[in-house]
């Protein structure tokens, strides 16, 4: 990665890297250009003086009160799991195929949870997050393409947290939506403001907003009494049965894609104070391993929660024709009024508070995340309270422009648009474009480097590059071909044609 700056401070009148004294920066070289390197001796004193592991039993906290000292960042990117965006997708799995999906929850759940953990691992074993460490193993054009990406990508996670905090306004306060989009990008300059009281105030907020969710649905959950064998069989026995199934499935799964969460992930672990020794690292990578499984397994609880509710709402013997129809296309918005229809006014209030905090939670830490991929990306020097004002005006524009032009149903549009088109090419270009640039990077790299005769060289490019070529030029085929067959017909009221085709297609 290229030789790393560090700062240095004085140990008994001798210079000593921070990686030593307890320093975040644990990616350093003992050696530094233009210096000579310390000796062995003296690191290990200034080591035995400052590492934690080794100062004493009687210094040291108990297991319980150093894992809870390492308790916050995990619940700040659970709540990426828990944004509107999801809220939809769960309600509408539950509406059209009840509790059969359950498991794809559970499943990437299990996946978010592998990924996380090693994005904190990340930050804890190298001192850095993702974005610098980016910015220092990539060349400045695969640098500025990734975080273009990124940003793009955060924008679009965004969305759907901006106008679900909007329409939870609407429905608790009749405000209308553009305004509500206003006053959601203002709330978050003003909750987000916390860190300057210590980033632990802000995990606070968000784990109080997180059990805001969970006693909400929770809530609802114990009023509608889903039955417990069918939840459980649906979370471990895997289907795919019902029309349209598939298209949920993806969906849902598709909800649970956040890429701006690895980059805010290895940010926030470095907020604790982590031991320099190899005990030390281990130790903290284990408890943020618990922390987050912890944080994960309640968002897990809530989305099952969610689907449940909406499966026994929409399947109740007593449904009227008026909410099947809304059961049939269940958008956040139109959640309300069925729970409200069904199991009354104060369901829809308990709804709608529950979708404030999702919203609310989620607008918070994404603006965060983008605080810290601007910073690491870029390097900008600026202000904390300038990057939030620039990344919460680059974020809202799209909804706000969205919300006042279509009103509520063209900003229902735009959560579709960004949750599933946007971040699908967004993650699918991105892979391409890594997969490629490593794929004929290393090839190359090999080829001029190893120990094969010339004549062997030739005859391998000869091999090797046409595969190559055959392999990127199906990607772009793959990519802008049509679609042969009809994966989704816009269902038609009293339209027999499109009934037909619905059932047979």
Known sequence: MGSLEQQHQQVNGVDVPSSLGGGSNRVAAIEVEGELPLPIDMISTANKQFDPDIEGANQQKPGWRKFLSYIGPGFLVSI??????????????????RYELLWVILIGMIFALIIQSLAANLGVSTGKHLSELCKAEYPRYAKYC??????????????????????????????PVW?????????TLLLIGLQRYGVRKLEMLIAVLV??????????????????????????????????????????????????????????VLSRKIPTSVRGVNDACRY????????????????????????????????????????N???????????????GRSSSAVYAIALLASGQSSTITCTYAGQFIM????????????RNLMTRCIAITPSLIVSII????????????SSIIVISWILGLGIIGINIYYLSTTFVDWLINNNLPKVANVFVGILVFPIMAVYILAVIYLTFRKDRVVTFVQPIKNDPVAQNKMENG
């Open 80 to 97: 990426a799991y828990l944004d509107p965006g999801n809220l939809e997708t769960d309600l509408q799995a539950g509406a059209s195929d």
């Open 406 to 417: 279509g009103g509520s149903s063209g900003a229902g549009r735009l959560i579709i648009i």
């Open 288 to 327: 943020f391993l618990i922390e987050s499984g912890f944080a994960l397994f309640i968002a897990l609880l809530i989305n099952v929660a969610i689907i449940s509710v909406s499966a026994t709402v929409c399947t109740a013997d007593s449904l009227s024709a008026e909410n099947a129809d809304r059961c």
């Open 146 to 175: 990734l975080w273009l990406l990124t940003e793009v990508a955060v924008i679009a996670a965004d969305i759907p947290e901006v106008i679900g905090t909007a329409f939870a306004l609407n429905i608790l306060f009749h405000i």
């Open 179 to 187: 305004a509500g989009v206003l006053l959601t990008g203002l709330s």
């Open 375 to 386: 910073q690491g990306f870029l390097d900008l020097k600026m202000k904390k309270w300038t």
């Open 211 to 268: 059990f805001v969710m969970a006693a909400c649905f929770f809530g609802e959950m114990s009023y509608v009494k889903p039955p417990a064998d069918e939840v459980l069989k649906g979370m471990f026995v895997p289907k795919l049965k019902g029309q349209g199934a598939t298209g949920d499935a993806i969906a849902l799964l598709g909800a649970l894609i956040m890429p701006h969460n690895l980059f805010l992930h290895s940010a926030l």
């Open 329 to 343: 296309d269940l958008t956040l918005n139109s959640a309300s009024f069925l729970l409200k229809n069904v199991l």
